[in-house]
């Protein structure tokens, strides 16, 4: 059975600090490794990986897929407020059709 | 249409009801997939369609769970004689299916805001 980890589940910072987000996947057939931010309802996507090594960024986000690990981080630096929310990621696995989510974590940047 | 769009919002049942939710995918877009969410936890996969095909329906939690899309287009995830534990977020998502060079067939959903069904 497919299993996704994120770590920590939650967080609580002040604006200007670094964030950390960590995600461990076992996935048969992995194909990639999407983020999401989730702030009300949607989900909004953020990066796809599919490639160990490689860097994604976006402005003060940034995230790297390690394959051998098995494992993907998402930094956020100089946080601000409207990072509050929660982020999934989800690898990408057999035919590719299907995204199979960590539970999140749930990020909270006070001013 | 712009986005995903799926109704109603909000949605209070009582137990026993029956309820359908729906789903306006993005114009085009072939596949559609259905997720749980229940509170403080990530999505669940339920069904997904690529065109009026339900091609893996794995995740419905039941018999009570029934979806359709029978032109392709527009979904519909009907619950049957509803529980207290059918409480949670309806998520619609939809996707173009890529073929990219190296077959990695990423697939990136576009999720609607979602449905939030509550059983008395």
């Known amino acids: 059975e497919d299993k996704v980890v994120q770590s920590p589940l939650s967080l609580v910072v002040h604006e200007g600090d670094t964030v950390t987000l960590n995600c461990s996947y076992e996935?048969?057939?992995?194909?990639?490794l999407l983020w999401y931010k989730q702030e009300k309802k949607a989900p909004t996507f953020l990066f796809m990986l599919?490639?160990?090594?490689i860097e994604k960024k976006s402005g003060r986000l940034s995230s790297i897929l390690d394959k051998k690990e098995l494992s993907s981080i998402l930094n956020i630096t100089a946080t601000q407020t409207g990072d509050s929310a929660i982020y999934l990621c989800?690898?990408?696995?057999?035919?590719?059709?299907?995204?199979?989510f960590g539970g999140g974590t749930r990020l909270m940047v006070k001013p | 249409g712009a986005g995903v769009s799926q109704s109603p919002r909000y949605k209070v049942a009582k137990r026993g009801q029956d309820v359908a939710l729906r789903c306006d995918p993005i114009s085009g877009h072939v596949s559609l997939f259905w997720y749980q969410q229940a509170l403080g936890q990530g999505p669940e996969f339920l069904t997904y369609?690529?065109?009026?095909?339900?091609?893996?329906k794995s995740g419905l939690p039941s018999d009570r769970f029934f979806a359709e899309r029978p032109e392709g287009s527009v979904s519909t995830l009907k619950i049957q004689r509803t529980q207290q534990e059918d409480s949670a977020v309806y998520l619609c998502?939809?996707?173009?299916?890529?073929?990219?060079?190296?077959?990695?067939?990423?697939?990136?959903?576009?999720f609607g805001a979602g449905s939030r069904l509550t059983v008395l």
């Open positions: 599919t490639s160990s090594g």
């Open positions: 996935v048969t057939n992995f194909r990639s």
């Open positions: 998502a939809s996707s173009l299916v890529l073929r990219t060079r190296d077959s990695s067939g990423a697939n990136v959903l576009t």
């Open positions: 369609f690529q065109n009026e095909a339900q091609l893996d």
């Open positions: 989800a690898p990408n696995n057999n035919a590719g059709n299907m995204l199979t």
